[in-house]
T-cell receptor, first 117, second 109 residues
Framework: EPEVTQTPSHQVTQMGQEVILRCVPISNHLYFYWYRQILGQKVEFLVSFYNNEISEKSEIFDDQFSVERPDGSNFTLKIRSTKLEDSAMYFC???????????????FGDGTRLSIL | RKEVEQDPGPFNVPEGATVAFNCTYSNSASQSFFWYRQDCRKEPKLLMSVYSSGNEDGRFTAQLNRASQYISLLIRDSKLSDSATYLC??????????WGAGTKLIIKP
């Protein structure tokens, strides 16, 4: 069964540094998402991406964050000038359709655990 | 404010028992609903979509009550491997997934 893959599985970075989290969505999916989950807390939506542009973003997704689809397969999340509170699991997800009513679920990667020191 | 509310549990249930959880959602414009399960420190995995007419997948039954804005999940003949956190998720009219905080289920032998 096709999977969403994420690399690295664990990233340890000094505060203030930039990190890039990488994701390879399922190949025929058109919608891509990033979420984060701080340990013990809810999954939080960050951003959705379709047709090479951001379609929705949450208030968490400020100027510190950016996303890119540099080629036909990768979908990246860049976090600039990381802060201690950026430590979390970051999940990438993809779906064939983003439209409501289609019941097209989002499939998640294993996540990248980001630890900011 | 968009919210999905769940009882955090934990629900401690003997193996073989039936267990049910509900979740409520505040945004009446939500269109689609899902149950995901999440094992400790792992990614959420889709368990099932929730259809208006209710749907069943093996030991799992999901129901949607739009009038009361709640979704339920029933697990029959529970197994030790069902121990996990169950996340109720609503897709809102902006195509954003709104997540509940999850209900923790512990199946005891």
């Amino acid at each position: 069964e096709p999977e969403v893959t994420q690399t690295p599985s664990h990233q340890v970075t000094q505060m203030g540094q930039e990190v890039i989290l990488r994701c390879v969505p399922i190949s025929n999916h058109l919608y891509f998402y990033w979420y984060r989950q701080i340990l013990g807390q809810k999954v939080e939506f960050l951003v959705s991406f379709y047709n090479n542009e951001i379609s929705e973003k949450s208030e968490i997704f400020d100027d510190q964050f950016s996303v890119e689809r540099p080629d036909g397969s990768n979908f990246t999340l860049k976090i600039r000038s990381t802060k201690l509170e950026d430590s979390a699991m970051y999940f990438c997800a993809s779906s064939f359709s983003g439209r409501s009513g289609s019941n097209q679920p989002q499939h998640f990667g294993d996540g990248t655990r980001l630890s900011i020191l | 404010r968009k919210e999905v509310e769940q009882d955090p549990g934990p629900f401690n249930v003997p193996e073989g028992a039936t267990v049910a959880f509900n979740c409520t959602y505040s945004n009446s414009a939500s269109q689609s609903f899902f149950w995901y399960r999440q094992d400790c420190r792992k990614e959420p995995k889709l368990l099932m979509s929730v259809y208006s007419s209710g749907n069943e997948d093996g030991r799992f039954t999901a129901q949607l009550n739009r009038a009361s804005q709640y979704i339920s999940l029933l697990i029959r003949d529970s197994k030790l491997s069902d121990s996990a956190t169950y996340l109720c998720v609503a897709l809102d009219s902006n195509y954003q997934l709104i997540w509940g905080a999850g209900t923790k289920l512990i199946i005891k032998p």
